[in-house]
């Protein structure tokens, strides 16, 4: 008897999980369609861009819509690379971000883990604070950054620049990891100094090692937001050899011409690496943004 | 340990040595508007001099375009480390003297060798704040000779021809019509000003802004001879392209449209203005050096030299060559290469017609408020009158807001 | 052409090499420092936790702290072109910048309660369509279907994108000859917009780009959070006769809050404050297109009155906090951060 309600309960289950999915197939199709059309929604700016770079030189403006046009041509990606110095912003734009994104994590994860596992004095108002932090306009800072940089000698290099991404990216690095800690057990480390571990060791042997997609996560943001930006390195990089990629690509769509064929070359061959990586670990960027919000 | 101590001591002597070499060399920084074939110029004129000055070296940096440098000029002083010297436009003497950050050059240089235009756009407070480099950076009318063989005398023979001429996408006339630097030409013509005799109260509401704007608004919308929407990169391509007959540009473009038109370019003077039966004037100005306050010692030496170098007859006449740009210098203009080409002789016959620049910190207030207006006007989204009104409020709160 | 010359090369690794070891070393002698004051001298229990927050500490004082009050002081001086190097730095001079502030425009026409309605108007429609526009497309995502993985990549494009190609990009298609909008819309026979010039399109511009901009990151939090909500609580309600939308409205909205919540602050914050959008696509500096914060670039920068932004900055800063704090009391739903 028992046995005979269970199956009964199991297909109207069944039943109701499928149903309840949404099956039907003109439903799917639906779906399909209104998803295909956000996806083109989505790729077709680029995809401009990407019709742009390819047109011949003198042709740049046109009403044409074709993707690939006739003519297409190499041209304005020969001239970005070999004429222009496009490959030398990437370079400085690398190097910067590269360290920006290992000094950021660095600062951010011993910073987070003592949030995360102290009540010291002056723990709310630093949280508190490191949320006032966000709301600041940048360009409320600009001023004073200047200044201060002239005055220690961080202008025109990379180490003011680097320095000044690392500690901007504290904040949000922090309130990510700090979640993330969080719902690492203590008892976890509690097991580890009763063996007779110090404090630090637990944190490099035990939380560090939990924490590898929280600190993946961090290290690409930090690396997304160095790489990205462009209001920071206009007023710390001022001569055109050290300029990272946004300044370069500024300089090409300036105010009265832009160079349209360079400036969408540039443009996709900055973006696409981007794009790659971004997607290779997008994966990871779902749940390492919602694993600090939401509490086990 | 005693080998240790004089290691020590011999690299330290060594290192010293090395520095007071280095710093025997005069370091100048030079930040340059140009961009292109005037920042080529740069570049081999700085070559040149250290070339042949060995214990002087001067940095170019390129600023992107006037904006940037004027901002990054300002922030440099406020943080105490601006460049020595700068090339630019004369409209920067306005915020710089403000601001109390260049030096003015009566006592530095013999003024009397330039000409008196270029001179008068950078006076400010009875002195006179930069160095003339080259004269005009002004407007003209350009023409492509294949499409239109003889240049409309008026405004009323622009109209006539311009509607033959309008038709399948090829325009008459051309011009960027999102800045009011091309909107001050005809304002002259109509006999306008946008300040009043003291040159810092600003005259903007008045009937011959109003008839200028009108003008405009019907070269669009009544004769059609110009695009429904152009910037200055539009105009610039249809005219390369041979889909404008006429475009008004300034002196800076005429070494790109001989490179792409040659013998088919023509210039001359825009179109006298029916209505008043005034040419129509377009501001003059140009390039000058400026000098960073302060500056004093081996540098201002050096900076002094470095001037006088670009300044000299020779560079001049280089300049005319390689730019197409009429020279400062008095005796530059008096050589025949100058007086011979059809082309300056146009921009010259354009230039006597001209005025100067008001260089004045007001100045800039102006332009703000006159951009979004005009803009308006040629969109038909504002009347006219309504806009000259808003102009003279908009310039009125910025003045204002200066003090 | 700039080679990458192994000079380039070796001259930026050794820059990097150098920068390294000074912020090694700048942190060892913190750390030693803060050691011996927190250890020795106060002996405080809380040593450790100090020790690995003092180099952050530093460098949120050098970058946030020694500038805001920097500016802070700004606010109270009538520094600007005529008064560069000798301003005057005083109470009275601080509260008559406020008072400016709101009594006078900011740049030429335009004061700041219009400002003001027009940033909140500009924030409300874009949160709007990121919200919704993530959430449709979230629960689309949210269930077993075929190319669901490309559909998710593609969808994530307009996030992955470096902004300032984008918003440039964008200005370009809007265009009034070449961007592909006015082409679209002469080929069905409509009438060209002029996106630059007119006030209106212009703004509506920089919203299509921000939206476009936005809702993939929406998207990508909301599905996290679907993803977690347990597929039993909707069988359940199946079973007990719950229509689609009322198992929505009391299922899915309650168990996405902790997502939303800190989602939706952020969002507000950052489209508040977003400056490429609003900058960039406003190539004719139109007052009309400006928000707050590109009114307070353009008064420091194109105006150069310092003392007045600075005040104005002050003022920006105030009603972001305001609304955070109101936010949080009124869903209460941030706690969890702080405990």
Known sequence: MSLKIKVEQKRVYNFFRRRARGDSPFKRLIIHIVLILACLIAVYPILRVISVSLRPGDRLLSTSLAIIPKDASMQSYYKIIFEKDFLLWLWNSLCITVTTAFIGLVLAATSAYAFSRWKFPGRIPGLLFLLTTQMIPAAMLIVPIYVLAVQLNLINSYRGLALAYSVSSIPFSIWILKGYYDTIPRELEEAARIDGASQMSTFYKIILPLSTPALAIVFLFNFMMAWNDWILARIMLQKEKIFTWPLGIWTLAGQFRVEWGTFTAASILVAVPVMILFLYSSKWLISGLTAGAVKG | MKKFVTILLVSMILMSLVSIASASKVNLVLWTKEGEEPLDWNKSLVAEYMKANPEVSIELVKKIDVEVLREDFLTASLAGSPPDLLWTVNDHAGPFVAADVIEPVDNLFDLSIFVDSALEAVKLEGRYWGIPISNGNHLMLLYNKKLISKVP???????????KLTQ?????????QTEPFWLVPWLGGFKGKVFAEDGVTPTLNTPEMIAT?????????????????????AADTLFKEGKAAMIINGDWSLGGYMGVLGEDLGVARIPKVVATGEWP????????????KGLSGDKLKAAQ????????????I???????????????????LVTENPILKGSSDQMVVGTPMPTVLEMRCNWDSMKPEMLAVLTDTKSPEDAAKAMQTSVEACIKALK | MSLLTPEVITGSLSQVGSMVLYV??????????VYFVFGKIFKSKYTLPYMLLAPAAIGLTLLVIYPMAYEVRLAFTNMSLRHFRNYSLSLAQGLQNFKLIFAEPVLKQVKFFPLLSRTILWTVINLIFHVSGGLVLAILLNRRMRGRGIYRTLLVFPWAIPQIVAVLAWRGEFHFEYGFINVMLQRIGLQPIQWMVDPFWNFVAACITNIWLGIPFMMIIILGGLQSIPIEFYDAAEIDGASRWQQFRSITLPMLRPILTPAVILGTIWTFNNFNVPYMINKYELETSDILVTALFRAAFEYNRYGFSAAFALVILLILFVFTLTYIRVTGGIKGVYE
Not at chain 2, 153 to 163: M, Q, V, Y
Not at chain 2, 281 to 292: E, I
Not at chain 3, 24 to 33: D, R, S, W
């Open chain 2, 168 to 176: 399948g996408g090829n325009y008459a006339l051309v011009w960027n």
């Open chain 3, 24 to 33: 090694f070393l700048g942190a060892l002698v913190v750390e030693v420092v």
């Open chain 2, 153 to 163: 005398e008026d405004t009323d023979e622009l109209f006539a021809i311009g509607k």
């Open chain 2, 305 to 316: 030299d470095f001037i006088g170098f670009v300044a000299s007859r020779e560079k001049q």
């Open chain 2, 281 to 292: 004037k377009p501001y003059t100005s140009g390039v000058y050096f400026m000098l960073a």
């Open chain 2, 213 to 233: 704007l009108k003008f405009i608004h019907d070269m669009k919308f009544d004769a059609k001879i110009i695009p429904p929407e152009c910037d200055y990169d």
């Open chain 2, 318 to 336: 280089e300049m005319v060559k390689l730019l197409n740009r009429l020279p400062a210098l008095k005796e530059a203009l008096k050589d025949p």
